[in-house]
């Protein structure tokens, strides 16, 4: 007699099991755990698990376990029309679960592990940058579920290409993200065309009590699962601050990547144009580097990853919009090349290292400007990050005062100007 599988005693059918087996899933993490069997039920869900633990499959396994359910249901009991043609409110009732992502990467990266978890469900993928008419035949054709990113699900629902009416599930992947003040118009938009029937479930890393106070208005009674500390990170990632003045960081990170042989290094900066910059000096270094950001089109933006991944590019120089959505495996090292300003990124950029149980290094390089954004991750985690000053990058402050001089009378300037123009004008009045 075969013993049962640890994902089956959670109400997982056998060949679902069999499958994460092939695909070697041995055991639960304690967010899969928690959360499979709650929505299996049927209820509402706010979870909160660190990055790298396991959230696909926490909500991908249950809904695939229940649209099967559904389906078998459906064959049993109800009989094909006698003109064997469905009715176009069967085929625009096709999409059962939908999944919303924040990026472009994440709606792929869920889109894959779906796919690898079930081969009888149709799945499809809707996002920017990339061919509407394809993702048109693929969504007219069927979906059971559909992965999508705000904008481009709004898209297909102003053409008419599908409608959320009898869409039973709804997960927002990186809920606290979702609901950002810039994706909350379309998120409501989105929300206006489904039934309030439906099951919700909000899975993210971080949730600030804004975020918070939101989501108990969207869910229904919801069970709140919360893995680890809130807004923590994971104890498999070693944190170091080094401090450094601002016009030495390039060179105090090709110092990095060279001296200590990094061969993969995802490294996040704050804006589209410094990416660029910094990937043609790293490459003028001699490293091999590309970056990603999103003024890069999908094409360009999947073969910087895909290189990256296969090694071919060792330092990966990337904004916020890769936070959200690089699933590397064993990715050793993230470098902040500058410190986020919202102190929740900090924790979606580490994130991408120490996954599922390995261990990872996240260094941060800040230089004396960029204390009060150190202030608020610490802060947020409630903990002091350890700090080093390397031999020879050590922050000199003074070279910082001619530029907050300059500044500071550039601005009495400004101030100046502004007065006499208001005497002058109040002179032509008179």
Known sequence: MSLQSPFQSLGLSSSICQTLSQLGFEMPTDIQLQAIPQILEGKDILASAQTGTGKTAAFGLPIIQRLLDA????????????????????????????????TRELAQQVFDNLQSYNQK??????????????????????????VATPGRLLDHLFVGNLHLKHTEMLVLDEADRMMDMGFMPDLQRILRRMSPEK?????SATFTKRIRE??????????????????????????????????????LLSYLIGSRNWQQVLVFAK???????????????????????????????QKALDDFKAGKVRALIATDVA?????????????????????EDYVHRIGRTGRAGEKGQAISLMCPQEQYLLE???????????????????PIFEEEE???KRRSRSSEKRKMKAKLNIHKNRGKRR
């Open 121 to 146: 469900l149709k799945i499809v993928v809707v996002y920017g940058g990339t061919s509407m008419s394809v993702q048109t035949k693929h969504v007219k054709a069927g979906a059971d579920i559909v």
């Open 323 to 343: 936070a959200r959505g690089l699933d590397i495996q064993q990715l050793p090292h993230v470098v902040n090349y500058e410190l986020p300003f919202k102190a």
């Open 402 to 404: 001619p530029q907050m």
């Open 271 to 301: 804006t589209k144009q410094t990416s660029d910059a910094l990937a043609k000096e790293l490459i003028l270094d001699g490293i091999q580097a590309a970056s990603i950001n999103g003024d890069k089109s999908q094409g360009a933006r």
């Open 214 to 251: 939101v989501a108990y208005k969207l869910l229904n009674d919801p069970v709140e699962i919360q893995i680890a500390p809130e807004n923590s990170t994971a104890d498999t990632v070693e944190q170091m601050v080094y401090p450094v003045n601002k016009s030495r960081k390039r060179e």
């Open 199 to 203: 099951q919700t479930l909000f899975f």
């Open 376 to 394: 608020a991750i610490e802060n947020l985690l409630d903990k002091r990050l350890p700090q080093e000053w390397l031999a020879g990058y050590e």
């Open 71 to 102: 389906q078998a249901y459906e064959v049993e009991t109800i009989s094909a029309p006698e003109n064997n043609q469905p009715s176009k409110q069967t085929q625009a009732a096709a999409v059962k679960a939908l999944v919303l992502t924040p």
